[in-house]
Protein backbone atom coordinates (compact mmCIF):
# COMPACT_ATOMS: atom_id res chain seq x y z
CA UNK A 1 0.00 0.00 0.00
CA UNK A 2 1.02 3.50 -0.75
CA UNK A 3 2.09 5.57 2.19
CA UNK A 4 -0.01 8.67 0.89
CA UNK A 5 -3.07 7.47 -0.97
CA UNK A 6 -5.62 10.33 -2.73
CA UNK A 7 -8.83 9.68 -4.25
CA UNK A 8 -10.17 9.52 -6.93
CA UNK A 9 -7.34 9.57 -9.67
CA UNK A 10 -9.13 11.29 -11.92
CA UNK A 11 -12.51 13.50 -11.89
CA UNK A 12 -14.38 14.88 -14.28
CA UNK A 13 -16.80 17.67 -13.13
CA UNK A 14 -19.06 20.29 -14.10
CA UNK A 15 -19.21 23.67 -13.37
CA UNK A 16 -20.57 24.70 -10.02
CA UNK A 17 -20.45 21.23 -8.50
CA UNK A 18 -19.22 20.41 -5.00
CA UNK A 19 -15.80 18.20 -4.87
CA UNK A 20 -14.19 16.74 -2.09
CA UNK A 21 -10.45 15.23 -3.12
CA UNK A 22 -9.41 13.18 -0.38
CA UNK A 23 -5.88 12.17 1.32
CA UNK A 24 -4.78 9.68 3.60
CA UNK A 25 -1.38 8.60 4.84
CA UNK A 26 0.09 5.64 6.63
CA UNK A 27 3.79 7.83 7.69
CA UNK A 28 2.61 8.75 10.99
CA UNK A 29 3.27 12.58 10.09
CA UNK A 30 1.86 15.31 11.30
CA UNK A 31 2.78 17.69 8.70
CA UNK A 32 -0.01 17.55 5.83
CA UNK A 33 -0.03 19.61 2.41
CA UNK A 34 -2.92 19.93 -0.41
CA UNK A 35 -0.94 21.63 -3.87
CA UNK A 36 -2.05 21.80 -7.29
CA UNK A 37 0.45 21.87 -10.48
CA UNK A 38 -0.39 23.71 -13.84
CA UNK A 39 1.57 23.79 -16.64
CA UNK A 40 4.44 25.94 -16.43
CA UNK A 41 3.95 27.01 -12.84
CA UNK A 42 5.19 24.28 -10.68
CA UNK A 43 3.05 23.26 -7.76
CA UNK A 44 1.69 26.10 -5.45
CA UNK A 45 0.49 25.58 -1.96
CA UNK A 46 -3.31 25.52 -1.15
CA UNK A 47 -3.44 24.70 1.90
CA UNK A 48 -2.02 23.21 4.77
CA UNK A 49 -2.13 21.69 8.60
CA UNK A 50 0.50 20.75 11.20
CA UNK A 51 -1.78 19.18 13.33
CA UNK A 52 -5.30 17.93 13.64
CA UNK A 53 -6.86 21.12 15.11
CA UNK A 54 -4.30 23.59 12.84
CA UNK A 55 -5.57 24.50 9.75
CA UNK A 56 -3.25 27.25 7.29
CA UNK A 57 -3.77 28.92 4.07
CA UNK A 58 -1.10 28.73 1.52
CA UNK A 59 -0.69 30.83 -1.76
CA UNK A 60 -3.77 30.04 -3.64
CA UNK A 61 -6.61 28.94 -1.22
CA UNK A 62 -9.44 31.28 -2.68
CA UNK A 63 -12.24 28.72 -3.97
CA UNK A 64 -10.89 25.74 -1.76
CA UNK A 65 -11.70 24.70 1.90
CA UNK A 66 -10.17 21.76 3.85
CA UNK A 67 -10.52 19.58 6.76
CA UNK A 68 -8.21 17.48 8.96
CA UNK A 69 -10.26 15.02 10.07
CA UNK A 70 -7.36 13.06 11.86
CA UNK A 71 -3.53 12.86 11.92
CA UNK A 72 -3.72 10.39 8.62
CA UNK A 73 -6.76 12.61 6.78
CA UNK A 74 -6.67 15.19 5.06
CA UNK A 75 -9.69 16.32 2.72
CA UNK A 76 -9.52 19.21 -0.06
CA UNK A 77 -13.32 20.69 -1.25
CA UNK A 78 -13.74 23.22 -4.21
CA UNK A 79 -17.75 24.50 -2.82
CA UNK A 80 -18.46 25.53 -6.34
CA UNK A 81 -15.79 23.86 -9.33
CA UNK A 82 -15.03 26.44 -11.88
CA UNK A 83 -13.08 25.67 -15.43
CA UNK A 84 -10.03 27.27 -13.82
CA UNK A 85 -9.53 24.93 -10.65
CA UNK A 86 -8.48 22.10 -13.96
CA UNK A 87 -5.64 20.61 -12.35
CA UNK A 88 -3.33 17.89 -11.01
CA UNK A 89 -3.70 18.33 -7.64
CA UNK A 90 -1.26 16.63 -4.92
CA UNK A 91 -1.43 16.01 -1.19
CA UNK A 92 2.13 15.67 0.66
CA UNK A 93 2.95 14.68 4.40
CA UNK A 94 6.02 15.88 6.34
CA UNK A 95 7.58 14.87 9.19
CA UNK A 96 9.34 18.28 9.26
CA UNK A 97 9.84 20.68 6.80
CA UNK A 98 13.86 19.60 6.34
CA UNK A 99 13.17 16.25 5.69
CA UNK A 100 11.72 16.54 2.13
CA UNK A 101 8.27 15.73 1.21
CA UNK A 102 6.55 12.14 0.69
CA UNK A 103 3.41 12.74 -2.42
CA UNK A 104 0.40 10.80 -3.07
CA UNK A 105 -0.31 10.24 -6.35
CA UNK A 106 -1.97 12.74 -7.04
CA UNK A 107 -5.88 13.87 -8.29
CA UNK A 108 -6.23 14.79 -12.45
CA UNK A 109 -9.29 17.56 -12.19
CA UNK A 110 -11.23 18.37 -14.91
CA UNK A 111 -13.81 21.16 -14.32
CA UNK A 112 -16.01 21.42 -17.84
CA UNK B 1 9.18 37.73 -9.68
CA UNK B 2 9.14 34.12 -8.70
CA UNK B 3 10.85 32.91 -5.45
CA UNK B 4 12.55 30.15 -7.10
CA UNK B 5 13.53 30.14 -10.60
CA UNK B 6 14.69 27.25 -13.09
CA UNK B 7 15.03 27.23 -16.70
CA UNK B 8 12.33 25.23 -18.11
CA UNK B 9 14.42 23.32 -20.85
CA UNK B 10 13.61 21.10 -22.31
CA UNK B 11 17.11 20.04 -22.15
CA UNK B 12 17.73 17.04 -24.99
CA UNK B 13 20.76 15.39 -24.20
CA UNK B 14 22.49 12.09 -25.61
CA UNK B 15 23.18 8.95 -23.46
CA UNK B 16 26.17 9.43 -21.21
CA UNK B 17 26.47 12.97 -22.00
CA UNK B 18 27.15 15.27 -18.80
CA UNK B 19 23.88 18.10 -18.16
CA UNK B 20 23.76 20.75 -15.51
CA UNK B 21 20.60 22.33 -14.08
CA UNK B 22 20.57 25.54 -12.23
CA UNK B 23 18.10 27.11 -9.89
CA UNK B 24 17.44 30.66 -8.02
CA UNK B 25 15.95 31.09 -5.15
CA UNK B 26 14.78 35.06 -3.84
CA UNK B 27 14.72 34.78 -0.30
CA UNK B 28 17.98 34.52 1.44
CA UNK B 29 16.44 33.27 4.58
CA UNK B 30 15.45 30.56 3.03
CA UNK B 31 17.01 27.06 4.83
CA UNK B 32 16.89 23.79 3.13
CA UNK B 33 16.97 22.96 -0.58
CA UNK B 34 16.25 19.94 -2.52
CA UNK B 35 15.92 18.48 -5.94
CA UNK B 36 12.98 16.39 -6.81
CA UNK B 37 12.37 14.40 -9.85
CA UNK B 38 8.63 14.20 -11.37
CA UNK B 39 7.85 11.55 -14.59
CA UNK B 40 5.13 12.72 -16.56
CA UNK B 41 1.33 12.64 -14.82
CA UNK B 42 3.59 10.95 -11.51
CA UNK B 43 4.01 12.67 -8.10
CA UNK B 44 7.36 14.14 -7.11
CA UNK B 45 9.77 12.10 -5.74
CA UNK B 46 12.65 13.18 -3.55
CA UNK B 47 16.12 13.16 -5.12
CA UNK B 48 18.55 14.39 -2.72
CA UNK B 49 18.94 17.48 -0.91
CA UNK B 50 21.34 20.10 -1.62
CA UNK B 51 23.79 21.07 1.04
CA UNK B 52 26.72 23.81 1.01
CA UNK B 53 29.35 21.75 1.12
CA UNK B 54 28.00 19.25 -1.73
CA UNK B 55 25.83 16.64 -2.15
CA UNK B 56 26.96 13.37 -4.37
CA UNK B 57 25.05 10.31 -4.85
CA UNK B 58 26.21 8.05 -7.81
CA UNK B 59 25.95 10.30 -10.97
CA UNK B 60 24.27 13.01 -9.64
CA UNK B 61 26.17 16.16 -7.83
CA UNK B 62 24.25 18.92 -5.73
CA UNK B 63 25.85 22.22 -5.14
CA UNK B 64 24.27 25.08 -2.93
CA UNK B 65 26.07 28.89 -3.24
CA UNK B 66 24.51 30.51 -0.51
CA UNK B 67 26.65 33.34 -1.86
CA UNK B 68 25.11 33.80 -4.97
CA UNK B 69 21.23 32.18 -4.00
CA UNK B 70 21.84 29.22 -6.78
CA UNK B 71 21.49 25.37 -6.44
CA UNK B 72 22.74 23.51 -9.19
CA UNK B 73 22.39 19.74 -10.01
CA UNK B 74 24.81 17.87 -12.45
CA UNK B 75 24.02 14.64 -13.69
CA UNK B 76 26.94 12.44 -15.32
CA UNK B 77 26.90 9.65 -17.82
CA UNK B 78 23.15 10.40 -18.69
CA UNK B 79 20.97 7.41 -19.04
CA UNK B 80 17.69 6.97 -20.87
CA UNK B 81 15.69 6.62 -17.40
CA UNK B 82 16.98 10.04 -16.31
CA UNK B 83 14.32 11.24 -18.60
CA UNK B 84 11.82 13.52 -16.19
CA UNK B 85 11.51 17.12 -15.03
CA UNK B 86 13.65 17.95 -12.09
CA UNK B 87 12.00 20.68 -9.76
CA UNK B 88 14.21 22.91 -7.48
CA UNK B 89 12.66 22.71 -4.09
CA UNK B 90 13.35 26.04 -1.01
CA UNK B 91 12.29 25.60 1.87
CA UNK B 92 11.66 29.07 4.40
CA UNK B 93 9.77 28.58 8.29
CA UNK B 94 8.38 25.78 7.26
CA UNK B 95 7.25 26.72 4.05
CA UNK B 96 8.30 25.14 0.57
CA UNK B 97 8.66 26.68 -2.52
CA UNK B 98 9.02 24.86 -5.84
CA UNK B 99 11.02 25.80 -9.58
CA UNK B 100 8.34 25.15 -12.10
CA UNK B 101 10.92 21.86 -13.18
CA UNK B 102 13.41 21.69 -15.78
CA UNK B 103 12.46 18.86 -18.46
CA UNK B 104 15.11 16.93 -19.83
CA UNK B 105 15.25 14.30 -22.59
CA UNK B 106 18.14 11.08 -22.77
CA UNK B 107 18.13 10.04 -26.24
CA UNK B 108 19.76 6.84 -27.24
Known amino acids: DADVTQTPRNRITKTGKRIMLECSQTKGHDRMYWYRQDPGLGLRLIYYSFDVKDINKGEISDGYSVSRQAQAKFSLSLESAIPNQTALYFCATSGSGADGYTFGSGTRLTVV | RKEVEQDPGPFNVPEGATVAFNCTYSNSASQSFFWYRQDCRKEPKLLMS???SGNEDGRFTAQLNRASQYISLLIRDSKLSDSATYLCVVIRDNDMRFGAGTRLTVKP
Open chain 2, 50 to 52: VYS
